[in-house]
């Protein structure tokens, strides 16, 4: 019961802190062994503490959250976490799956970690998933094999097939796509927001009264009719 309560609390800590507290958070974790420990739960027979260990593990892997993340992926694996992570990406369970792939992505922005998803032969099951029918699956598997030929050198890229190129350049493309729409968007709320404030400081307007137009009470012929598409 403490450890599940312990978890919960650690889930919801490093779910919410970024910067300077992410930062904190994940050298706590480090000196208190944190990364070995979390490692260890991956082979739980719970799916659910599989999912808290892995979301601890994406969350703390990842520069978003903590700036000093590559100390926990190296952390991670020097303790051996692939020898539990990795069969997690043959789990049934579509949770693990997407938490799983979400890890597999983070750590490969470390070319040790990257290296060693080559050694394993991890490429090849992460092309299987980018057909997944889930599609956070799909993205996450296609993230990590682009961060593993981002990171390994031209040589070593030589392993990855077709597929991992052409999943590659679909994730590729659905970020720039992202990245668009979410500028897009910043435009437009921006356009907004400054058409809105003129319309409020626009000094009032003092209309006239219309004046008796010289057909009033006659009866207009109608407009006609639009003319075909």
């Not at 008796?212 to 003319?227: D, K, M, R, T």
Request: net charge neutral.
């Amino acid at each position: 019961e403490a450890r599940d309560e312990a978890l919960a609390i650690m889930c919801e800590l490093v779910g919410n802190c970024y910067g300077e507290d992410g930062m904190a958070v994940g050298q706590t974790v480090r000196e208190a062994g944190g990364p070995a420990k979390i490692s260890w739960l991956l082979e739980s027979s719970s799916l659910e503490l599989q999912r808290q260990a892995l979301f601890l593990c994406s969350n703390l892997a990842s520069d978003a959250v903590d700036p000093m993340s590559r100390e926990t992926k190296l952390a991670l694996l020097q303790c051996g976490t692939e020898y539990r992570l990795l069969p997690c990406l043959n789990s049934e369970d579509e949770g693990v799956l997407i938490y799983t792939c979400a890890t597999v992505q983070n750590l490969c922005h470390e070319l040790a970690w990257s290296r060693t998803m080559i050694r394993h032969g991890v490429q090849k099951r992460l092309e299987q998933l980018c057909e997944h029918e889930s599609e956070l699956v799909v993205r996450y598997s296609a993230g990590a094999l682009k961060n593993i030929m981002a990171t390994l050198a031209t040589e070593e890229r030589a392993v990855m097939s077709r597929n991992a190129t052409q999943a590659v350049k679909m994730r590729t493309n659905e970020v720039a796509m992202e990245l668009f729409t979410d500028r897009r968007a910043v435009r437009l709320l921006q356009t907004a927001a400054r058409r809105f404030l003129q319309l409020m400081c626009a000094p009032p307007l003092h209309r006239r009264r219309p004046c008796p137009s010289p057909n009033a009470g006659q009866q207009l012929p109608p407009l006609p009719a639009p003319p075909p598409p």
